[in-house]
Structure formats: structure tokens, C-alpha cells
């Protein structure tokens, strides 16, 4: 199986911050991986697909790029509602289309 | 417009089996694949595997072979996990979630059902 990893594990920042946050594969997956928000409760929500390409309806401050085994999401100017937990997922490997540990986002 | 909705909470005695159901409205159920990922209390997001409800094929995480069934009724828009032989630790919320292809993004996600295994 492809294992993922994110860091940090969590950050604390602050509204008007750039954030960025760094998932990495344990093997290539060219640009087959995705990102997605979840906050406390609810389902998780698809921001980033195909390591790059934003989603339909979500802000432009998210970004995302990276290719082969290191990914980045950045988050240009830290808004209120962004306070969540970020995962990475590939969807590479048939064998299990894993997802990172995930990276918390809180206010300092 | 598409949404995907799960069925309620359910308790389960370990050694039980559950059955989920997620039923899709605002898009053409047989055309995309359907997958089931869940998360423990205050833990990550876990891939359990996908079915094709075109075909019924089906694809299961290495992990939950021989322990968990996806099904779909494809009159009723709906598709089922079945997780069986209930431990604790299979205490969650379970979320289905469609793609357009097996390997590719979940564009919607269901509510998600708790399943709580307790004696």
C-alpha cells in the first residue's frame, strides 16, 4: 500500500496568514491526489483534485501543486472558516486509495 | 442536485453485523462509482473500498476483505455496506462518497452514519 504523510500534524495561525501544508507519498503517484477539508461534524469536502485543480466553487485562495511523491497545499490569506483539518489522499493505487493523517488548522 | 444520503445511527452488540445505505439522488446513480471511507472518534479518514453500480463490481481495502460487502440496488438509486463480526474499534462514522472514475476525486460525500459497537 501507498502511505501518506502530512506536516504539520497542526498549526496554529492567524486570520490573513499563508498557510501551507506538505503531504508526501510513499512512492510516486504522479498527480493523482486530492484535498479535502473537514471541519468537526460534518463530511469531508473536496477542495484540490489532480494535485492542482481547484473544485468547483472553492475560493481562490486554495491552491495546490506538487507531482510524483511531494504535494503542497497553500492557503493564500487564512479566513475564518478555514479553521479545519486538511487531508491528502491518493487515488493512485487501486490497491487502497489512502488518505494522509490529516493537518489541523487552528487560531492562534 | 446530487446529493447522497445515509441512513440513521445505529448500536450494535460486538459480533454483529451492520448494514448502511446510501441513497443518491440528482445524478445518474449507474454512472459513477460509489466508495465507503470511515473515521473513528477523533481519527483520520480511512478507504474501505468502492462499487461500480453499473456493474456491481466491486474493489475492498485489503484490510476489510472478507469482513465487509458492498452491494447497490440500482431501482432504488441506493447503495449498502455491510461491515460484519463488530469489534469495538469499528466504532465510527461511515461515509459513502461518489467519483466519476474508481480512481479519482469524491465530489460528494454523504452525511455520514455512526456506528457504535458496545456491549
Known sequence: DIQMTQSPSSLSASVGDRVTITCRASQSISSYLNWYQQKPGKAPKLLIY???????????????SGSGTDFTLTISSLQPEDFATYYCQQSYSTLGFTFGPGTKVDIK | ???????????????????????????????YYMHWVRQAP???????????P???GTN??????????????TSI?????????????????YYCARSVVAGSRYDYWGQGTLVTVSS
Open chain 2, 77 to 93: 438509486s441506493t447503495a449498502y455496506m455491510e461491515l460484519s463480526r463488530l469489534r469495538s474499534d469499528d466504532t465510527a462514522v
Open chain 2, 54 to 56: 453499473n456493474s456491481g
Open chain 1, 50 to 64: 489532480a494535485a492542482s485543480s481547484l473544485q468547483s466553487g472553492v475560493p481562490s485562495r486554495f491552491s495546490g
Open chain 2, 1 to 31: 442536485q446530487v446529493q447522497l444520503v445515509q441512513s440513521g445511527a445505529e448500536v450494535k452488540k460486538p459480533g454483529a453485523s451492520v448494514k448502511v445505505s446510501c441513497k443518491a439522488s440528482g445524478y445518474t446513480f449507474t454512472g
Open chain 2, 60 to 73: 475492498y481495502a485489503q484490510k476489510f476483505q472478507g469482513w465487509v460487502t458492498m452491494t447497490r440496488d
Open chain 2, 42 to 52: 477523533g481519527q483520520g479518514l480511512e478507504w474501505m473500498g468502492w462499487i461500480n
